[in-house]
């Protein structure tokens, strides 16, 4: 029969309970001296038991009492009123932590239960800044593809008429300068549809450490002598993704390190195989466990303030001056790394640098490889279907197209699509993804087999260009130049010979 517990055995069991809460719990005597912690409320301290036992509160935190925390406690002393607030703990490290605390009257003094909530609180943040980063990113990217649809009439008219007039003529100098003044602003929408993840992506599996390597020794004369670059390369898994883009992406941060670094430092550039666990994960809002290849660039820079970081990837935010940027190279860091899948993480402090970390997801099953040369390809006749919704835009690839030889139809609807596609003797189709009765997947997956298809768009998500782009598909990024158009269809007409 089991023996009866004694009281000592009683309290030995609720001492070890309360030990292992989850929250602190302290007893404050009237003459504010530590009468009671369990041991959660001394790791809560960052002090041991005997540090703060017997100890007034006052000694213990020199100062304490001119605080507002100070202050409520005091009210609950006085009044025998409970109460909760949260309360934000700076520790002698310079270190900061939020805690909630409930405080409730016992016969000699208070009794405090504190929570730690600083994980909780920097999630909810990460999450509301998230939601900030994609509502922004979704009104950028709305208005840079329809501002692309028009400047992309106006470059490409400006090409067509060029070709038609003697350079001597007097209007070709102004054309030039119209259409080199919407391609410059088009490099301007370019990085905006890539903030909203919206950029066309040439996807590929990439060696992330290779990748690095190859844009830092393309990067030492735009660093100059002053920085010293060190390459912390490991291996890591394939990642799917741009090796344009990405060079991109190393490139705008190192840019970006050396400008924090005015007067000299060093640049610090890693790659690593990391797996999180779901624990890790949990610690990052919208974060999955798994294996990622994690790029790392930092720097002994001037570091930032929290106001800067909060707003750091925000399209046309800088704090350079006037003239010196567009406040448009971060926010194509963070889109190039969201576009694939990743993940970017900022750790700076005034006076102490600041590091970017990127964690790309692995691509299991796949292994990197090398992008092909482009090659010339000859041309061919063919009759060709333009489908887009934008007069002016579809009246130019028209116009061009023609200009080469080829024979093309035209329609401005799915709906007309389909009713030429139907007709048969078309070879390929050029036609926009977004159609206002449909879209042009929807179109081609009723053409006849054999038919070429190349999508027009300023934009296209990760997701959906494995399902549209097929062998038999292309994607064509607006705003495109008449060069370009024609080397994508020749190139497509070539593999259908083939």
Known sequence: ??????????????????????EGVQVLTRGWTYAYLNQTAARHAQRTLDDLLGRTIMSCYPGVETTPMFGRLQAVMET????????????????????DLIVEPVPDGICVISLDVTDELRLEEELRHAHKMEALGQLAGGVAHDFNNQLMVITGLCDLLLSEMDAAHPLA????????AGRRSAQLTKHLLTFSRRQILDVVPLDLSEVAARTVTMLERLLGERIHVELMLEPSPAILGDAMQLEHVITNLAVNARDAMPGGGRLTIGTKDVTLSE???????????????????ADTGEGMTE?????????????????????????????????????????????RGTTFK?????????APVASDEETALP???????????????????????????????????????????????????????VLPDGTGPDVVARAPAGVRVVFMSGYADLDDRPRAATGDARFLEKPFTI????????EMLDNAER
């Open 307 to 351: 106001e800067t970081k909060a707003r750091l990837f925000e399209p046309f935010y800088t704090t350079k001056p006037a003239g010196k940027g567009t406040g448009l190279g971060l926010s194509t860091v963070y889109g190039v790394t969201r576009q694939m899948g990743g993940y970017i993480w900022v750790y700076s402090e005034r006076g």
């Open 1 to 22: 029969m089991q023996q009866p517990l004694t009281l000592a055995d009683v309290e030995t069991r609720l001492r070890v309970s309360i030990d292992h809460l989850l």
């Open 483 to 490: 060069p370009a158009l024609m080397k994508v269809v020749r």
């Open 379 to 433: 041309d061919r006749p063919a009759t060709i279907l333009v489908v887009e919704d934008e007069a002016g835009l579809r009246e130019f690839a028209v116009r061009a197209l023609r200009r080469f030889g080829y024979t093309v139809h035209e329609a401005a609807s799915a709906e007309d699509a389909s009713a030429a596609l139907a007709g048969g003797g078309i070879d390929l189709v050029l036609t926009d993804v």
């Open 358 to 366: 990127l964690h790309f997801p692995a691509a299991d099953g796949f």
């Open 279 to 297: 624990e890790d994960a949990r610690q990052h809002a919208l974060m999955s466990a798994g294996r990622y290849a994690v790029l790392s660039v």
């Open 80 to 99: 025998r009123r409970p109460d909760r607030f949260r309360n934000e703990f700076v520790y002698p490290d310079g270190t900061r932590r939020w805690f």
């Open 173 to 180: 100098r102004d054309l030039t300068d119209i259409r080199d």
